[in-house]
């Protein structure tokens, strides 16, 4: 059976950094495409950061670039999001994303079929 856990999440002040995981279990990360994505209160699923780990490839959102680093641990078979100078327009719940199709379409939700659930960042200003 697939399952995503995340952890990590917290509250932390505006310039601070968080690091989040996911850890995967019922198969191997690094065999899928994989995504963090973040919702707001009010807002729709927005994706975040990407990789296809087998393919060397990482995707980041504009809101991300600069700030946040998406990588895999493949010993752990664990997806990590490193987050650094976090904004109050960070909060949000985020959440780890796996497509079993390994598909092409890393920027939309829909592309991805099991999802964890969730894990809150909160930053203050």
């Excluded at 065999?31 to 087998?54: K, S, Y």
């Excluded at 990482?58 to 493949?74: E, K, P, V």
């Excluded at 939309?108 to 659930?117: K, N, R």
């Amino acid at each position: 059976q697939a399952q995503l856990v995340e952890s990590g999440g917290g509250l932390v002040q505006t310039g601070g950094s968080l690091r989040l995981s996911c850890a995967v279990s019922g198969f191997t990360a690094s065999d899928r495409l994989m995504a963090w994505f973040r919702m707001a209160p009010g807002q729709e699923r927005e994706f975040v950061a990407g990789i296809r780990w087998n393919g060397g490839g990482l995707f980041y959102a504009d809101s991300a670039q600069g700030r946040f680093t998406i990588s895999m641990d493949d010993a752990k078979n664990t997806m990590h999001l490193q987050m650094n100078s976090l904004q109050p327009e960070d909060t949000a719940i985020y959440y780890c994303a796996a497509d079993s199709a390994n598909g092409g379409n890393w920027r939309f939700a829909w592309e991805y079929d099991i999802w964890g659930q969730g894990t809150q960042v909160t930053v203050s200003s």
